[in-house]
């Protein structure tokens, strides 16, 4: 067993809890190599931000599950020397599919996992969630639990269509799972999906995708005043919301032009309004 606090890292609660009190938003980057890692660790360290460093399944498969936890271990210590002396990383998982996954992966340090139980009926998610907080509070590990279908596909997570979260599920799963984090479907989608011509209208020339539905994130928000919510996926974010994003300090650009194998890297983020 490894504890993520003996490699530096920690949990999300005490900087949800702060950016839900600020107003602001905390990142969370799926990275698969060194190389991402270092440039998450370096903007994190240059911003002056506490960040999320999160990989998928597959990617914990390919970078081996013992080498990840002495790079975690190595981003704190490369964060103390760029000039950082109390960094903020966690170390996520983004999107397990199992409660053996999550098991392994808070023995072997992480410091928050996720479990995605939303294909699941209803119950079984709620089930499958409660066993996952159960678990990970005995080590202080933080969790996300989802509810609501997000279209696309992400390593092994995959689905043709979005089924955005429903408002009035929202207290009975948060209160019944006791997860710390709750991930909505308001129509952003994973990595690779793209929307298709038809679903999209062209404005200026170009393909705009469907609006993202921020009449639920606000319904939910009243359901669960202070709650940390995630949104899901980078993919398909409207130009008029980048330029929202990027109008109060945000720096995203967009993707246009870009080729679809480049555009994988997925992206999840703390919304607090």
């Known amino acids: 067993m490894v504890n993520y606090k003996d490699l530096g890292l920690v949990n999300t609660r005490e900087m949800f809890k702060r950016a839900v009190a600020g107003g602001y938003a905390i990142p969370a980057f799926n990275f698969n190599t060194m190389e991402q890692m270092q440039a998450i660790v370096m903007a994190a360290v240059e911003t002056k931000s506490p ?3 999160q990989v998928s399944k597959g990617a914990r498969n390919y970078a081996n599950a013992t080498i990840l936890r002495y790079m975690a271990e190595g981003a704190v210590a490369y ?12 170390l996520h998982l983004d999107h397990g599919d199992s409660f053996e996954l999550c098991k392994d992966c808070i023995d072997m340090g992480f410091s928050s996992v996720m479990i995605d139980g939303s294909s699941l009926p209803y119950e079984e998610n709620i089930a499958l ?6 678990y990970a509070h005995q080590f202080d590990v933080t969790v996300e639990a989802e509810l609501g279908v997000l279209a ?3 390593d092994e997570v995959s689905a043709a269509e ?3 979260t429903k408002p009035e599920e929202v207290i009975d799963f948060s209160t019944r799972t006791g997860c710390d ?17 038809e679903q ?6 170009v393909l705009v995708p469907p609006p993202l539905a921020f009449d639920i994130l606000h319904e939910i928000e009243k359901k669960l005043p202070g709650f940390p919510i995630v949104l899901h996926g980078s993919s398909s974010v409207p130009m008029d919301e980048v330029n929202t994003i990027n109008q109060y300090g945000g720096h995203l650009e967009a993707a246009i032009g870009i080729p679809e194998e480049q555009l994988l890297l997925e992206t999840s983020i703390l919304v607090s309004i």
């Open 162 to 164: 979005s089924h955005y």
């Open 152 to 154: 696309g596909v992400e």
């Open 51 to 53: 960040v999320i460093m």
């Open 129 to 134: 969630a409660k066993k996952v907080v159960e």
């Open 181 to 197: 984090s709750l991930a909505i479907s308001i129509g952003t989608s994973h990595g690779a999906h793209k929307f298709t011509p």
């Open 79 to 90: 964060a103390k020397e760029l000039g950082c002396e109390h960094p903020e990383i966690v």
């Open 200 to 205: 999209c209208t062209l404005v200026n020339g």
